[in-house]
T-cell receptor, first 113, second 115 residues
């Protein structure tokens, strides 16, 4: 597509439920990133996929968070047993890799009640 | 450790005023990239500029200009003759030169331009 597409744009869930957030990167972009933006905070790096290499998961805050990227394209970020502190905007970005500029999606706003 | 500090949480100006957004960074790398992104109310971050550490020349693009000073580890952003459409959150970020796999972002500065 023309840009990075994320769904859902808004998700409200109850504490303890699992959620899945989807990212569809720009066609041909080999690198895909997930960031988290909490209220009043900067963007926090979560995970990075590059081609067929093992993902860099160093930013995932706990083992409740996981992400996968199928076929080198679409990615799903899964949060299990959600907590209120997981409430944030989750931003996905993609690039051609290397030193290329990241293009961001509009984000998925997660609210955990 | 790498760190980006945007000390200004929120700035309010009246249209046509000039405004400067400050960015100070810390890195042990001798080569790196610096970025500015704009996040309008729609939420999507929009890339504005990337500057590598080799190039300290200031840059001007229309009403936007950037002042990069390695001596003070700063990469400040000035909007001249601000407009209401400039209202957004602006993020400064830092990455390694040859791989932007981890952009380190500042906490952002919310700019409100009033008519």
């Amino acid at each position: 597509g023309a840009g990075v597409s994320q769904s859902p744009s808004n998700k409200v869930t109850e504490k303890g439920k699992d959620v899945e957030l989807r990212c569809d990167p720009i066609s041909g972009h080999t690198a895909l990133y997930w960031y988290r933006q909490s209220l009043g905070q900067g963007l926090e790096f979560l995970i990075y996929f590059q081609g067929n290499s093992a993902p860099d998961k160093s930013g995932l805050p706990s083992d409740r968070f996981s992400a996968e990227r199928t076929g080198g394209s679409v990615s799903t970020l899964t949060i299990q047993r959600t907590q209120q502190e997981d409430s944030a905007v989750y931003l996905c970005a993609s690039s051609r890799g290397g030193a290329n500029v990241l293009t961001f999606g509009a984000g998925s706003r997660l609210t955990v009640l | 450790a790498q760190k980006v500090t945007q000390a200004q949480t929120e700035i309010s100006v009246v249209e046509k005023e000039d405004v400067t957004l400050d960015c100070v960074y810390e890195t042990r790398d001798t080569t790196y990239y610096l970025f500015w992104y704009k996040q309008p109310p729609s939420g999507e971050l929009v890339f504005l500029i990337r500057r590598n550490s080799f190039d300290e020349q200031n840059e001007i693009s229309g009403r936007y200009s950037w002042n990069f000073q390695k001596s003070t580890s700063s990469f400040n952003f000035t909007i001249t003759a601000s407009q209401v459409v400039d209202s957004a959150v602006y993020f400064c970020a830092l990455s390694a030169l040859y791989n932007t796999d981890k952009l380190i972002f500042g906490t952002g500065t919310r700019l409100q331009v009033f008519p």
